[in-house]
């Protein structure tokens, strides 16, 4: 059964830095890619970024290009976002998500199977 354990967020002020953390646990293939979404209220689920292992490839929305940055760990499917220059608008819960098949990084909620609780993530002064 896939796992989907997140970690990180807090409360920030407008400018700030957070990382957030995620690991996938018991893929049943090589080949993943591990999501970061977010969610404000009142809003629909917006893609932040991805990694594939199936390419390596990773996407940043343009909403975040720039001071969001996507990495992987020393860890086997772990996934870091290291969030700078945080803005207001950034608030919201983000969430990690998972799939386990080949293909390229997706940061559509549709494609992801396997979703992490949600973590909250706040900007203010």
């Known amino acids: 059964q896939v796992q989907i354990v997140e970690s990180g967020g807090g409360l920030v002020q407008p400018g700030g830095s957070l990382r957030l953390s995620c690991a996938g646990i018991?893929?049943?293939?090589?080949?993943?890619?591990i999501g970061w979404l977010r969610q404000a209220p009142g809003k629909a689920r917006e893609g932040v970024s991805c990694?594939?292992?199936?390419?390596?490839?990773?996407r940043v929305a343009d909403s975040v290009q720039g001071r969001f940055t996507i990495s992987t760990g020393n860890a086997k499917n772990m996934i870091y976002l290291q969030m700078n220059d945080l803005k207001p608008e950034d608030t919201a819960v983000y969430y990690c998500a998972a799939f386990d098949r080949w293909g390229p990084c997706l940061i559509n909620a549709e494609a992801y199977d396997y979703w992490g609780q949600g973590t909250q993530v706040t900007v203010s002064s």
């Open positions: 018991g893929f049943t293939s090589d080949y993943y890619t």
């Open positions: 990694f594939s292992s199936s390419d390596g490839s990773t």
